[in-house]
T-cell receptor, first 114, second 117 residues
Framework: EAGVTQFPSHSVIEKGQTVTLRCDPI?????LYWYRRVMGKEIKFLLH????????ESGMPNNRFLAERTGGTYSTLKVQPAELEDSGVYFC????????????FGPGTRLTVL | AQKVTQAQTEISVVEKEDVTLDCVYE???????LFWYKQPPSGELVFLIR??????QNEISGRYSWNFQKSTSSFNFTITASQVVDSAVYFC??????????????FGKGTKLSVKP
């Protein structure tokens, strides 16, 4: 069974540009999460989808971040326009039906904003 | 508020030594889950264990063992006879079972373990 995949693995962009990160969850997982780790800090929750619906986006830092989950399958996280402080590693995780089910993570996307 | 503290930033041991990674958590909830994840150099977070707050039994899986002490709010992880392949960053995490932010993981800062041959 394929795990959670994320694309790209690395992205280097300039301040003010737009970047879109993609996550493909484990097949059949209803829950999809986005997390972020900025340099030297904890991994922090960004938002949670159940199928195609946003359940909790309390961790999204500001309105420059937009997440979607098309048809309850893959998800994208767009940053527009990117700022220097957006640099970090963005992780995606998925889990089965319950919110308390174990989350399985992808390899992350390392975003560098210059 | 919930919080997870991993006081050890980096640990270095020689192969075959035993090593314990500390995790202390804060929560007012009576029911919660605790987790350990491993992040090898390849970058992905690998799930190791999930423990329900009602289950205080220690767990052993091969060379790995976990000691859950509710009285001290700790969930420590011990690797026995460490190997070079154990080198990674290890994260402890907490999640709520009920209420707002249910299921969202709250992570510690991680402990980087280096096992030298």
């Amino acid at each position: 069974e394929a795990g959670v995949t994320q694309f790209p693995s690395h992205s280097v962009i300039e301040k003010g540009q737009t970047v879109t990160l993609r996550c493909d969850p484990i097949s059949g997982h209803d829950n999809l999460y986005w997390y972020r780790r900025v340099m030297g800090k904890e991994i922090k929750f960004l938002l949670h989808f159940v199928k195609e619906s946003k359940q909790d986006e309390s961790g999204m830092p500001n309105n420059r971040f937009l997440a979607e989950r098309t048809g309850g399958t893959y998800s994208t996280l767009k940053v527009q326009p990117a700022e220097l402080e957006d640099s970090g590693v963005y992780f995606c995780a998925s889990s089965w039906g319950l919110r308390t089910d174990t989350q399985y993570f992808g390899p992350g996307t390392r975003l560098t904003v210059l | 508020a919930q919080k997870v503290t991993q006081a050890q930033t980096e640990i270095s041991v020689v192969e075959k030594e035993d090593v314990t990674l500390d995790c202390v958590y804060e929560t007012r909830d009576t029911t919660y889950y605790l987790f350990w994840y491993k992040q090898p150099p390849s970058g992905e977070l690998v799930f190791l264990i999930r423990r329900n707050s009602f289950d205080e039994q220690n767990e052993i899986s091969g060379r790995y063992s976990w000691n859950f002490q509710k009285s001290t709010s700790s969930f420590n992880f011990t690797i026995t006879a460490s190997q070079v392949v154990d080198s990674a960053v290890y994260f402890c995490a907490l999640s709520r079972v009920r209420g707002g932010s249910q299921g969202n993981l709250i992570f510690g800062k991680g402990t980087k373990l280096s096992v030298k041959p």
